[in-house]
């Protein structure tokens, strides 16, 4: 019989950094879009694997010098490329054992709600009365707390004893039953120091507004975030003064010109890396800024002998720099 333990083995065999499992009676009460018991009404559990993100990854946007391996190597390729290779292997493995098993990974582009949790106007409708709009979608953050991986920070990113926030996450949905890990109730991660506010570029994160959610029995909060700031930040871009005439750094974003901000040295923003990966920001706040706060409170495992940031935190000047037709014809990038 297939037990939990031989699948913990293999998903750490196959590449999985972390794996937790959540028993599906945890979901009870979920909105009705993210219930993945709408995709697979027979399931037992969630199986959820964390695949850390290099802190190597993140030197070179630290320095200013090399931006593109975030967002190839800890960004698009790690959840485009490694972990479908991952949650596709241990599938393989579960159904060879005679219980269905669904890969998933990174995988909400076709999700029916909106950043929001609002159903996208006109996008689809369910297939008969009762069931979830397609597609469903799985909140990654919050299965992994329900498979007790670690929590979810104020920033709403998820925290793991290990890695701090510096994962990706990956699901694995079986009708095979194992035995679910309990909750995560270990040393708190998440001291509410703000840094992740504070430095976030897109001013993103509220320092007061918080969104409350029950998850299994357990109060979760985290401050209310601004998905479409974050979006444009995200990007290195900032939306321009409209009384002043400013470079473009994008074509405009929310209906919104978008000019080149402190965070980016590119005149315009580089191409897109493995579909989506196009992270100049390198979570400034959300992840460097609460990376370096729990490595200083030493409460990850990963530990280094130095610590992440070694120089002032670099930021650009575009004051006296416009774009010159020569740097326009050769930045333009996609
Ligand atoms: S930066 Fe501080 S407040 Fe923000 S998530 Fe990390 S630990 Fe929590
Ligand atoms: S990715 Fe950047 S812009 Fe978005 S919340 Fe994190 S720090 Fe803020």
Redesign the pocket.
């Known amino acids: 019989m297939l037990t939990a333990e031989m699948v913990k083995k293999e998903a750490k065999a196959l590449g999985a950094d972390l794996v937790g499992i959540a028993s599906m009676d945890r979901y009870e009460g979920a909105p009705l879009q993210m219930d993945p018991r709408q995709i697979m009404p027979e399931a037992r559990s969630l199986i959820v694997m964390a695949f850390r993100v290099m802190r190597g990854s993140l030197r070179g946007i630290e320095e200013g010098t090399f931006f593109s391996n975030y967002s190839a190597m800890g960004y698009g390729g790690l959840t485009y490329l490694y972990m479908p290779l991952v949650v596709i292997n241990l599938c393989r493995f579960i159904e060879d054992h005679g219980k269905e098993a669904i890969p998933i990974g990174h995988q909400s582009d076709w999700r029916a709600i909106d950043g929001n949790g609002f159903l996208r106007e006109g996008y689809s409708r369910p297939v008969e009365p009762g069931r979830a709009a397609p597609d469903v979608m799985i909140h990654l953050r919050i299965a992994g707390f329900l498979a007790g991986l670690g929590e979810i920070g104020y920033?709403k990113?998820f925290l793991t004893p290990q890695f701090g926030p510096r994962q990706r996450l990956g699901v694995v949905l079986t009708e095979a039953e194992l035995e679910p890990d309990p909750i995560y109730n270990g040393p708190k991660l998440c001291n509410r120091c703000m840094a992740?506010v504070r430095?976030?570029?897109?001013k993103?994160?509220s320092a007061t507004k918080t969104v409350k959610v029950t998850l299994a029995g357990h109060e979760v909060e985290w401050g209310e975030?601004d998905t479409a700031?974050?979006?444009?930040?995200?990007r290195g871009g900032q939306v321009a003064d409209p009384d002043h005439d400013s470079p473009e750094y994008m074509e405009s974003l929310y209906g919104k010109k978008i000019t080149r901000s402190p965070i980016t040295p590119f005149y315009r923003k580089p191409r897109n890396l493995y579909n989506t990966g196009q992270?100049i920001?390198?979570?400034?706040?959300?992840?460097r800024?609460c990376m370096i706060n729990l490595e200083k409170r030493d409460v990850l495992g990963n530990k280094f002998d130095q610590p992440f940031r070694r120089r002032k935190p670099w930021k650009m000047d575009w004051s006296d720099t416009g774009v010159s037709p020569e740097s326009q014809a050769k930045g333009e990038a996609d």
């Open positions: 920033s990113v992740c430095e976030c570029p897109g993103a994160i975030l700031a974050c979006d444009i930040a995200f992270a920001c390198g979570g400034r706040g959300c992840l800024a």
